[in-house]
Every structure is written in C-alpha cells, then in structure tokens.
C-alpha cells in the first residue's frame, strides 16, 4: 500500500537506476551554486548577477534548441541538459554500450542461442 495519497512512485532505492537519479537530483542544487558563485565572481555586482544567473540556469536550456547545430552543442552543455541526461531511466549508461546494443543482430526464430555459439 501506498502512502501519501497515492504520490510515491512506488519503486526501491535498488531499481536499476534508481539510485543515479536520486544522486543526480541530490546533486543538482550544489552545482548550480557554484555556477551561481562562479558567475558572480566574474560580474561583482549582486544585482547582474541574480539576473545572469538565472538566465543562463533556467532560461538558457529553454531557448536553445536541436534545430541548428550551434544552438544543440551550446544546450547540451547546460546543467538542466546534463541532468535529464543522467535522470534517464533504463537508458544505457555509456555511448558505446548503445552502440553495441544497437548493432547487435537479432536472434534467429527458431533458435535461442546467439549466431556466433551456433558454428
């Protein structure tokens, strides 16, 4: 049974994955403080740099798009893109394991073992 109304997502701190979103998420406030921090001992001044700051954390993300290449490469470097990266769920962990799954040849109908165990 559920608690809180029905809220929770129901799912164990030992799902696959589970435990990179929660660390992810725990980790999202600090590192925009330090970019906050960053960027206010660039500009010096409280005022500039509450407004930079909120525009390059929250708005930035929202107006770049994967239309052009530039706008895609400059999204893809912003916190909020690198944190739905690593709040994907079930998602291969690395490129190259991606690679490897995509590329991998299906399995013959009338066989369960893989093409290669078969010779």
Same mark, same amino acid.
Do not use: N
């Given at each position: 049974?559920?608690t809180?109304? =029905?809220r929770g997502? =129901?799912?164990?701190?030992?799902? $696959?994955? @589970? !435990?990179r979103?929660?660390? @992810?998420?725990? !980790? /999202?406030? $600090? +590192?925009?403080? #330090?970019a906050g921090?960053?960027? =206010?001992s660039?500009? %010096?001044?409280t005022? @500039? &740099?509450?407004i930079v700051?909120?525009? +390059?954390? /929250? #708005?930035?993300?929202?107006v770049? &798009?994967? =239309? %052009?290449?530039?706008s895609?490469?400059?999204? *893809?470097?912003?916190?909020?893109?690198?944190?739905l990266r690593?709040v994907e769920v079930g998602s291969p962990?690395?490129p %190259?394991q991606?690679? /490897?799954?995509d &590329?991998?040849?299906? !399995?013959?109908?009338g066989?369960s &073992? $893989?093409?290669?165990a078969r *010779?």
């Amino acid at each position: 049974m559920q608690t809180g109304g =029905g809220r929770g997502a =129901g799912i164990s701190i030992s799902y $696959p994955g @589970a !435990l990179r979103v929660v660390v @992810a998420s725990a !980790l /999202l406030a $600090p +590192v925009c403080a #330090v970019a906050g921090m960053a960027i =206010g001992s660039v500009i %010096r001044h409280t005022s @500039a &740099t509450m407004i930079v700051s909120v525009a +390059v954390i /929250l #708005v930035l993300p929202i107006v770049f &798009t994967d =239309g %052009r290449h530039w706008s895609a490469v400059a999204g *893809h470097a912003t916190l909020y893109q690198a944190w739905l990266r690593l709040v994907e769920v079930g998602s291969p962990s690395s490129p %190259r394991q991606k690679q /490897l799954s995509d &590329t991998s040849p299906p !399995l013959s109908s009338g066989s369960s &073992t $893989p093409p290669a165990a078969r *010779h």
